[in-house]
Nanobody, 114 residues
Framework: QVQVVESGGGLVQPGGSLRLSCAASGSIFNRYFMGWYRQAPGKQRELVATITSGGSTDYTDSVQGRFTISRDNAKNTVYLQMNGLKPEDTAVYYC????????WGQGTQVTVSS
């Protein structure tokens, strides 16, 4: 069983920045496919960004150029650097680790408001 724990959410003004962290357990973290997802009130969960075990990244169009996903295999951690935040980025952000099956974290709230 892989444990996934997100942190770093909070309240930020439009145009501000936040960095989310996702720690996943396991000695083979470097093999995990990792992803960040978000769910706004009344909406379905959507994919935000992914990073493969080899470090290849992908982003949904709405965050391209503003968000950056990265990983530190030595720390078993994936990050989501979010810049230029907009009110529509407000959501609960979830981290998912995938290695044959999906392992989800509990989520961290991001609120973008003045």
């Amino acid at each position: 069983q892989v444990q996934v724990v997100e942190s770093g959410g909070g309240l930020v003004q439009p145009g501000g920045s936040l960095r989310l962290s996702c720690a996943a357990s396991g000695s083979i973290f470097n093999r995990y496919f990792m992803g960040w997802y978000r769910q706004a009130p009344g909406k379905q969960r959507e994919l935000v960004a992914t990073i493969t075990s080899g470090g290849s990244t992908d982003y949904t169009d709405s965050v391209q150029g503003r968000f950056t996903i990265s990983r530190d295999n030595a720390k078993n951690t994936v990050y989501l650097q979010m810049n230029g935040l907009k009110p529509e980025d407000t959501a609960v952000y979830y981290c998912k680790a995938h290695y044959y099956v999906d392992y989800w974290g509990q989520g961290t709230q991001v609120t973008v408001s003045s």
